[in-house]
């Protein structure tokens, strides 16, 4: 049984919480994001993520958004449609006191659908077999979900093809695995 607790934990990096182990739902196909992966991208949006509001689709483990929160994102907003994975990400925020961060069951797709409020990073890391990506995108975009100069990180199977708005324009990318990652640089639209 320790076991398994231990497999089914991610240890944030860096920030208020650094080192702080959480425990994430046991659910298949759940797939935090990798320390290596994150510190990249944290790395990345150093410069930016203090004070930021960010949403995280399909947060599943919750390993971004926490992440986010800890290095100084004023608000973050998590996202699944999964109960067991709601319930543990509410768990993780009553561990860590952490009343910045909130948590919404619901479908990505239903979710965009409703009030937008302006996000300045967004963090995309849906099933890599259900092709949700275009219709996030489109919804993200045409919906008011992001700041003029807002950030996008997307995680894919290195398979998938990427279809951006023309006024989204990639920063970097990085792959690991079977897995690509990308952060984008939305600017306002002309």
Same mark, same amino acid.
């Given at each position: 049984?320790?076991?398994?607790?231990?497999?089914?934990?991610?240890?944030?990096?860096?920030?208020?919480?650094?080192? #702080?182990?959480?425990?994430?739902?046991?659910?298949?196909?759940?797939?935090?994001?990798?320390?290596?992966?994150?510190?990249?991208?944290?790395?990345?949006?150093?410069?930016?993520?203090?004070?930021?509001?960010?949403?995280?689709?399909?947060?599943?483990?919750?390993?971004?958004?926490?992440?986010?929160?800890?290095?100084?994102?004023?608000?973050?907003?998590?996202?699944?449609?999964?109960?067991?994975?709601?319930?543990?990400?509410?768990?993780? $925020?009553?561990?860590?006191?952490?009343?910045?961060?909130?948590?919404?069951?619901?479908?990505?797709?239903?979710?965009?659908?409703?009030?937008? #409020?302006?996000?300045?990073?967004?963090?995309?890391?849906?099933?890599? #077999?259900?092709?949700?990506?275009?219709?996030?995108?489109?919804?993200?975009?045409?919906?008011?979900?992001?700041?003029?100069?807002?950030?996008?990180? $997307?995680?894919?199977?290195?398979?998938?093809?990427?279809?951006?708005?023309?006024?989204?324009?990639?920063? #970097?990318?990085?792959?690991?695995?079977?897995?690509?990652?990308?952060?984008?640089?939305?600017?306002?639209?002309?």
């Amino acid at each position: 049984m320790k076991a398994n607790r231990q497999k089914n934990q991610l240890r944030l990096i860096a920030g208020t919480w650094r080192g #702080r182990k959480l425990p994430f739902a046991p659910v298949h196909g759940l797939r935090p994001t990798p320390d290596r992966v994150r510190e990249t991208l944290f790395n990345w949006l150093s410069p930016v993520i203090r004070g930021s509001h960010c949403l995280d689709l399909f947060a599943g483990s919750g390993a971004l958004g926490f992440e986010a929160a800890s290095r100084g994102a004023a608000s973050v907003t998590l996202v699944d449609n999964h109960a067991e994975v709601v319930r543990c990400l509410w768990q993780q $925020i009553d561990l860590l006191g952490a009343p910045q961060v909130r948590v919404v069951q619901a479908d990505s797709s239903l979710y965009l659908s409703g009030q937008s #409020r302006s996000m300045d990073i967004v963090f995309l890391d849906p099933p890599y #077999r259900e092709n949700l990506l275009p219709g996030c995108i489109e919804q993200l975009e045409s919906g008011g979900w992001l700041a003029e100069e807002a950030w996008v990180y $997307i995680e894919a199977g290195q398979d998938a093809e990427l279809e951006l708005p023309g006024n989204w324009e990639m920063f #970097r990318s990085t792959s690991a695995g079977q897995v690509t990652s990308y952060l984008i640089r939305r600017h306002a639209a002309v």
